[in-house]
């Protein structure tokens, strides 16, 4: 039983951590995705008609 309740914990202890680092990389690309978006945005605090287009990412 002592076996079971510890593979038990470690499985309970590995998902969380994996829950833990995946959360992490879903921040890390979206703050790669607001640092894009400023890199592309000429005129970001024009008024929206004034606003020139953002440049294509090649």
Known sequence: MKK???ILAVAIM???MAT?????TADEFEF???ISNALTCNDCDAPL?????PKKIA
């Open 49 to 53: 008609g004034d606003r020139i287009p």
């Open 14 to 16: 590995a998902l969380g």
């Open 4 to 6: 079971v309740t510890s």
């Open 32 to 34: 790669m995705n607001d």
């Open 20 to 24: 833990v680092a995946i959360e992490n």
